[in-house]
Each structure stands twice: as structure tokens, then as C-alpha cells.
């Protein structure tokens, strides 16, 4: 019997205060924390995917950090300090040197309607593949990707990075648009998409009292 393949799932998280701008006008001065519950719901539900062995959040976040790890992730410090990509490249480098023969996935932290089998769906199909990556609902950005044992960990993450991928040899993963996997949140309108899907309860708490004040 073939024992399938466990992953290290890094996820990068920004200051809180300094994350999600484009919600600013739902949620005011609410947003760090709006940022925040999403991040947790995104962390909840990679930690408890099968495939999942280690979830690392790499921030300086000191309020995520303590949120985050309580939820069942290794935080690590941004010590690159120099963008999306770099923080995820310093997560994989932490797993590739403790965990050398697992697959490697970087994941949005903006996922707040993720759940953890469709997560495990994903990495099953990424476990046959070099490279492999899950655009956004938009089809024009990525929200997963997979690097398997011995492949270059190269994500590309950031406007036009479903291109990207492409282009850099990774195959694209065929999920349905209504999947919480590809659902990531930056406006007002990507919030009410992901609650049509079913938020996670720290997102949805939030959202809650947003929409009464």
C-alpha cells in the first residue's frame, strides 16, 4: 500500500494593520481584526487537513502570531521582510531542512471559506505532479501552490500570477469556481462571494457585527 504524500503548508500573514486596504470601507477601523479571523480560518482549516503534517505561518505579527499558533501552527518570523514571495521561499527552506521528503504548498491566508476537504483534495491531485497551483475564482491569481519532494519550490504569487505559474512549468489544478479554495477575499464583494460558499466562524463572527454596525 502507497502511504500518500504529507505536506508542509506555509502561509504568509501581513501586519494586521497594514492588511486587506480594500476592505477599509466595510469594515473600518475593524479591519486588522476582519484580517485577522480570516487568517484563522484559513490556518483551522489547513491544520486539520489530513495531508497537512505541519502548517507554518510565517509573520511579525505579534497578535497573529499568538493567535495562530494557538491554533496549531509553527509561526516563524518574516525575517526576509521583503514580500509575499520571499516569506513563503523562507517558510519552504525552514520545512525543506526539517522535513526533506514531503511535498511543499504555500496558501493564501485570505481563505475564509476553505475547508479542510477541499484542501486534501487538492494536495491528492498536486501529489502527482512536479508543480502544481489553483488559480483564484477571479482566474487571474493563485491561491495554492505545490512543489513535490525534489521539485524547486518557485511560487510566483501577486496580480497575473495565475499566468506565471504557467509559464513556469507548474500545471493548473481544475476546481470548481465555487470552491472556498479559490475563493480569496480583498473587497466587500469577495467577502459576500466566500459567504454564499459558508465562511468559517471567526470570519463569520466578524462579519456579523459588521453588517449591524
Known sequence: MITPLSWSIVIPVKVLARAKSRLATLAGPRRPELALSMAA???????????????????????????????????????????????????????????????????????????????????????????????????????????????????????????????GGAVELDLAACSGLRRDVDTPGDLQQAARIGLGPRTAAVAAQLDGA
Open 41 to 167: 480560518d484559513t490556518v483551522a482549516a489547513a491544520v486539520a487537513c489530513e495531508a497537512a503534517a505541519t502548517v507554518i505561518v510565517v509573520t511579525d505579527d505579534a497578535a497573529a502570531a499568538a493567535v495562530l499558533s494557538g491554533l496549531g501552527a509553527l509561526v516563524l518570523p518574516d525575517e526576509p521582510a521583503a514580500g509575499l514571495n520571499p516569506a513563503l521561499e523562507f517558510g519552504a527552506a525552514h520545512a525543506a531542512a526539517h522535513w526533506p521528503g514531503r511535498g511543499t504548498a504555500a496558501l493564501a491566508a485570505d481563505l475564509p471559506a476553505l475547508r479542510p476537504e477541499e484542501l486534501a483534495g487538492a494536495l491528492a491531485a498536486a501529489a502527482e505532479l512536479p508543480e502544481a497551483f489553483v488559480a483564484d475564482a477571479a482566474g487571474t491569481g493563485t491561491t495554492l501552490y505545490t512543489a513535490g519532494p525534489g521539485a524547486a519550490f518557485c511560487p510566483k504569487f501577486g496580480p497575473g500570477s495565475r499566468d506565471r505559474h504557467r509559464r
